[in-house]
């Protein structure tokens, strides 16, 4: 029995797949669980597995093109089956009529007897071998680049007039048109990453009151902290980043004010019990927010290798669904771009994001004294309508206390 092959809903927030590369041609035998082809969702790349066996008969989309979820991209069937019933019109003969080969699509018409001139032609040669023509006629001759040993003469003796200058003009082939000057841009196709992007952050910024907290920390002992786990765990292959400690500082704050690590429904405000940190990683043509799961429960070392797997698979386009999905707090950091400070938009359904700037050396006032520290600034973005203004600057404030006593997040 005949299979349909449909676009499927390979993210749980996909809409619509692009079609990147078949890995079965027509013809070819395929056994359910074979994989069909590769499919660009709106966070990575995924394979497409057959969902029965026979011959893969036909493929309705092609590599490049885009189907929404649920569409028919290919049919499997025996194969001598008739599938002419799940082939989309258009595609129920594979022979439609061609043109036929060798008919000439325009042909030249024949000079009309009596035309005073027509190139190529000769003519107009008085005795000598010296072309006849009047001074008027050389000059246009001249002007529009005609050969005058191209132009029959129609004047007294065949000499070349005017008329015969403006027939052979008239016979001459049109000058082929200019190319088109190129825009002055450049137009990037839209992939399936960023339309989530846009889409999702357009409902973001639409419906959810933002409002942003901004604070400064000295991050001198979570510098120290780092390069002491790097240095006592050098063999077990530590690369503790300020990123891992402050991704640690983040849970644990986040255990003490389960305010903010909450989303927003038209029935309750709904705080969640596990702390599941979404860590934004820039990607080739976008955004993607792998998630740390259950924050609050890992050490730093922990945290380190989690992220950078999770960073690398993002990159590649490898993540599998349940680690890009569920997260209850978003972290964005590009202090390694060297942005300062910055408001991120918050990722829907979340409540709060942290956008995190780079550990800049800064002269401060310490005890009356000048001195410089190492100093980040951290800003966070609410949704009004679960965090007010005092609950975000406690957070930030516990947030600070743990990065400036690192201690503190230990416990």
Same mark, same amino acid.
């Given at each position: 029995?005949?299979?349909?092959?449909?676009?499927?809903?390979?993210?749980?927030?996909?809409?619509?797949?692009? $079609?990147?590369?078949?890995?079965?041609?027509?013809?070819?035998?395929?056994?359910?669980?074979?994989?069909?082809?590769?499919?660009?969702?709106?966070?990575?790349?995924?394979?497409?597995?057959?969902?029965?066996?026979?011959?893969?008969?036909?493929?309705?989309?092609?590599?490049?093109?885009?189907?929404?979820?649920?569409?028919?991209?290919?049919?499997?069937?025996?194969?001598?089956?008739?599938?002419?019933?799940?082939?989309?019109?258009?595609?129920?003969?594979?022979?439609?009529?061609?043109?036929?080969?060798?008919?000439?699509?325009?042909?030249?018409?024949?000079?009309?007897?009596?035309?005073?001139?027509?190139?190529?032609?000769?003519?107009?040669?008085?005795?000598?071998?010296?072309?006849?023509?009047?001074?008027?006629?050389?000059?246009?001759?001249?002007?529009?680049?005609?050969?005058?040993?191209?132009?029959?003469?129609?004047?007294?003796?065949?000499?070349?007039?005017?008329?015969?200058?403006?027939?052979?003009?008239?016979?001459?082939?049109?000058?082929?048109?200019?190319?088109?000057?190129?825009?002055?841009?450049?137009?990037?196709?839209?992939?399936?990453?960023?339309?989530?992007?846009?889409?999702?952050?357009?409902?973001?910024?639409?419906?959810?009151?933002?409002?942003?907290?901004?604070?400064?920390?000295?991050?001198?002992?979570?510098?120290?902290?780092?390069?002491? $786990?790097?240095?006592?765990?050098?063999?077990?292959?530590?690369?503790?980043?300020?990123?891992?400690?402050?991704?640690?500082?983040?849970?644990?704050?986040?255990?003490?004010?389960?305010?903010?690590?909450?989303?927003?429904?038209?029935?309750?405000?709904?705080?969640?019990?596990?702390?599941?940190?979404?860590?934004?990683?820039?990607?080739?043509?976008?955004?993607?927010?792998?998630? $740390?799961?259950?924050?609050?429960?890992?050490?730093?070392?922990?945290?380190?290798?989690?992220?950078?797997?999770?960073?690398?698979?993002?990159?590649?386009?490898?993540?599998?669904?349940?680690?890009?999905?569920?997260?209850?707090?978003?972290?964005?950091?590009?202090?390694?771009?060297?942005?300062?400070?910055?408001?991120?938009?918050?990722?829907?359904?979340?409540?709060?994001?942290?956008?995190?700037?780079?550990?800049?050396?800064?002269?401060?006032?310490?005890?009356?004294?000048?001195?410089?520290?190492?100093?980040?600034? $951290?800003?966070?973005?609410?949704?009004?309508?679960?965090?007010?203004?005092?609950?975000?600057?406690?957070?930030?404030?516990?947030?600070?206390?743990?990065?400036?006593?690192?201690?503190?997040?230990?416990?």
């Amino acid at each position: 029995m005949a299979t349909k092959v449909h676009m499927e809903a390979l993210s749980p927030t996909m809409e619509e797949g692009r $079609l990147l590369k078949w890995l079965k041609q027509e013809g070819d035998p395929v056994q359910e669980g074979d994989v069909l082809a590769e499919v660009e969702t709106d966070k990575a790349t995924m394979e497409l597995v057959a969902r029965g066996s026979g011959v893969l008969r036909a493929r309705l989309l092609e590599e490049g093109q885009t189907a929404p979820v649920g569409a028919v991209i290919a049919v499997i069937a025996a194969p001598d089956e008739d599938i002419s019933a799940l082939l989309p019109e258009g595609a129920r003969s594979a022979a439609a009529a061609a043109t036929a080969p060798g008919e000439a699509s325009a042909r030249a018409l024949p000079a009309a007897e009596g035309a005073p001139a027509t190139p190529g032609a000769s003519g107009g040669e008085a005795p000598d071998g010296r072309l006849k023509a009047s001074p008027l006629a050389r000059r246009l001759a001249a002007e529009a680049g005609v050969e005058l040993a191209a132009v029959r003469g129609s004047g007294p003796g065949g000499r070349i007039v005017k008329r015969d200058i403006e027939a052979a003009l008239r016979a001459a082939p049109a000058a082929a048109p200019s190319a088109a000057a190129p825009p002055p841009y450049e137009e990037v196709p839209l992939s399936q990453m960023r339309k989530t992007i846009a889409r999702r952050l357009t409902q973001s910024l639409g419906p959810v009151p933002h409002f942003f907290l901004t604070v400064e920390v000295d991050m001198g002992r979570a510098l120290a902290l780092k390069d002491e $786990l790097n240095r006592r765990f050098a063999d077990e292959g530590a690369r503790v980043s300020v990123n891992d400690v402050l991704l640690k500082a983040v849970a644990s704050a986040l255990r003490r004010h389960p305010e903010i690590n909450a989303s927003w429904t038209e029935t309750g405000i709904r705080r969640y019990r596990a702390v599941h940190l979404g860590v934004a990683v820039a990607v080739e043509d976008g955004l993607l927010t792998p998630v $740390l799961r259950d924050a609050d429960r890992k050490g730093i070392l922990d945290i380190s290798r989690e992220v950078r797997e999770l960073a690398a698979r993002a990159r590649e386009r490898k993540l599998a669904p349940e680690e890009y999905t569920g997260s209850t707090f978003s972290v964005s950091n590009l202090g390694m771009f060297g942005i300062e400070e910055f408001t991120a938009v918050i990722n829907p359904p979340e409540a709060a994001i942290l956008a995190v700037g780079q550990v800049m050396e800064k002269p401060v006032a310490v005890d009356g004294q000048v001195v410089v520290r190492p100093r980040m600034r $951290l800003t966070l973005s609410c949704d009004h309508r679960v965090i007010d203004g005092a609950t975000g600057a406690r957070f930030l404030a516990t947030l600070k206390a743990m990065l400036e006593e690192p201690l503190g997040m230990l416990a």
